[in-house]
């Protein structure tokens, strides 16, 4: 079975500045696919950013980009000029190619400090 | 794109009462549907797993006569929690995953509902 681990239970940033939410995770899969969602208060899980195993590139979305390392089973977050409303539980996920389980990490609490 | 809608956002039940939640796709068709518990600050933990016009595959555990998971349509997914007693209540989440060629198994969310069984 696939797990995902999220070593950081909570991180803190400054406004403006850089942070990076670290995630690893265990397959046996060579096709797969990973997502980092954020839940704000509003408990909604928002997707922010997704990655296919297959690309070497790794996927950026505006302030948020990814640290992709297959051999390495690793899969990092990185925001840049946090903002307020960064704020929020993030979550690592892992979904296999024929995408019928999304497994999630234990999450990242992230405060953005003013 | 890719909007889910769950209803209610909040409910209030009494022990032994039944009560359902729903969940539907406004912009697409979803072929696969999830539904997930979350305890306070904790992950999602997934509850079972439905293809439409298929019956859904329940993780162990999870009670399928208790939690009744009806995958009416390509659209909508509605949770029944059946009997419900005070420990039931808890924060559920609807997801759905695009049809063929969809985003690549990206799973959208709707806004989940809060449960409390009194």
């Known amino acids: 079975a696939q797990t995902v681990t999220q070593s950081q239970p909570e991180m803190s940033v400054q406004e403006a500045e850089t942070v990076t939410l670290s995630c690893t995770y265990d397959?046996?899969?060579?096709?797969?696919?990973l997502f980092w969602y954020k839940q704000p208060p509003s408990r909604q899980m928002i997707l922010v950013i997704r990655q296919e195993a297959y690309k070497q590139q790794n996927a950026t979305e505006n302030r948020f980009s990814v640290n992709f390392q297959k051999a390495a089973k690793s899969f990092s977050l990185k925001i840049s000029d946090s903002q307020l409303g960064d704020a929020a539980m993030y979550f690592c996920a892992y979904n296999g190619v024929t995408g019928s389980r999304l497994t999630f990490g234990e999450g990242t609490q992230l405060t953005v400090n003013p | 794109g890719a909007v889910v809608s769950q209803h209610p956002s909040r409910v209030i039940c009494k022990s032994g009462t039944s009560v359902k939640i729903e969940c539907r796709s406004l912009?697409?068709?979803?072929?696969?549907m999830f539904w997930y518990r979350q305890f306070p600050k904790k992950s999602l933990m997934l509850m079972a797993t439905s293809n439409e016009g298929s019956k859904a595959t329940y993780e162990q555990g999870v009670e399928k006569d208790k939690f009744l998971i009806n995958h009416a349509s390509l659209t909508l997914s509605t949770l029944t929690v059946t009997s419900a007693h005070p420990e039931d209540s808890s924060f559920y989440i609807c997801?759905?995953?695009?049809?063929?060629?969809?985003?690549?198994?990206?799973?959208?969310f709707g806004e989940g509902s809060w449960l409390t069984v009194v």
């Open positions: 397959t046996s899969e060579s096709d797969y696919y």
């Open positions: 912009d697409f068709q979803a072929t696969t």
């Open positions: 997801g759905f995953k695009r049809g063929p060629g969809g985003s690549g198994n990206t799973i959208y």
